[in-house]
T-cell receptor, first 115, second 110 residues
Framework: EPEVTQTPSHQVTQMGQEVILRCVPI?????FYWYRQILGQKVEFLVS????????KSEIFDDQFSVERPDGSNFTLKIRSTKLEDSAMYFC?????????????FGDGTRLSIL | QKEVEQNSGPLSVPEGAIASLNCTYS??????FFWYRQYSGKSPELIMS????GDKEDGRFTAQLNKASQYVSLLIRDSQPSDSATYLC??????????FGKGTKLSVKP
């Protein structure tokens, strides 16, 4: 069964540094998402992306964050000048279409630890 | 602010019993509802989706939706120790994003 893949599985970074989290969505999916989950808390929506542009973003997704689809397969989340509170699991998801009734399939996540 | 509420548990049931997980949501206009299972340290895994009032069955799992009461539930029949996980209720947002509850931790005792 096709799946969403994310790299790296664990990223450790010094506070203030930039990180790039990578995702390869399911190949025929057109809509891509990033979510994060701080330890012990709920999964929170960050951003959705379609046709090479952001379609929706949450209040969390401020100027510190950016997303990009640099080629036909990868979808990246960049966090500039990381802060301690950015430590979380970051999940990429994809869906075939963007509609509230379409299931989203999640990758295994990247655990980001900011020191 | 759209909210999804779940009892955090833990909910403990003996092996073979029925586990009942509940969820309420604040946005009366919500149209799509999902249950995900999340093992510790892992990603959410889709179990069920439901869009219409009533019951939807898939194997040992039954999702129930009552839009008038803004209530969705998940029943797990013949619970197994491998069902022990956190169950996340998610509601589809207007822009295709998912709004998650905090999850209910289920423990199935052998």
């Amino acid at each position: 069964e096709p799946e969403v893949t994310q790299t790296p599985s664990h990223q450790v970074t010094q506070m203030g540094q930039e990180v790039i989290l990578r995702c390869v969505p399911i190949s025929n999916h057109l809509y891509f998402y990033w979510y994060r989950q701080i330890l012990g808390q709920k999964v929170e929506f960050l951003v959705s992306f379609y046709n090479n542009e952001i379609s929706e973003k949450s209040e969390i997704f401020d100027d510190q964050f950016s997303v990009e689809r640099p080629d036909g397969s990868n979808f990246t989340l960049k966090i500039r000048s990381t802060k301690l509170e950015d430590s979380a699991m970051y999940f990429c998801a994809s869906s075939l279409v963007q509609a509230s009734n379409q299931p989203q399939h999640f990758g295994d996540g990247t655990r980001l630890s900011i020191l | 602010q759209k909210e999804v509420e779940q009892n955090s548990g833990p909910l403990s049931v003996p092996e073979g019993a029925i586990a009942s997980l509940n969820c309420t949501y604040s946005d009366r206009g919500s149209q799509s509802f999902f249950w995900y299972r999340q093992y510790s340290g892992k990603s959410p895994e889709l179990i069920m989706s439901i869009y219409s009032n009533g019951d939807k069955e898939d194997g040992r799992f039954t999702a129930q939706l009552n839009k008038a009461s803004q209530y969705v539930s998940l029943l797990i029949r013949d619970s197994q120790p491998s069902d022990s996980a956190t169950y996340l209720c998610a509601v589809g947002g207007s822009q295709g994003n998912l709004i998650f509850g905090k999850g209910t931790k289920l423990s199935v005792k052998p």
